[in-house]
């Protein structure tokens, strides 16, 4: 038995990153859609995973602008 999921790419670009329940050996990875991202990075969610975020919307064609609005 595999302890931990056993996904194929990283949660903070996954589908269900926000409320994932892969369980030892599932792989629940799906790609989640630009917007989803965008929205984590904008509201700070997986901060550790930051460039690679914004490295994966560059691989779709999209170019991340981070949202300073409200920010100290």
């Known amino acids: 038995m595999k302890f931990l999921s056993d996904c194929e790419g990283e949660c ?3 589908v269900c990153g926000d409320c994932c329940l892969a369980g030892h050996g599932d792989n629940d990875f799906g790609e989640a859609t630009i917007k989803q991202v965008v929205k984590r990075l904008d509201n700070g969610r997986y901060s550790y995973y ?3 975020m914004i ?3 560059h691989g779709k064609g999209y170019e991340y602008v981070e949202n300073t609005e409200g920010k100290k």
């Open 12 to 14: 903070c670009v996954c």
């Open 50 to 52: 930051k460039q690679y």
């Open 55 to 57: 490295d994966w919307l």
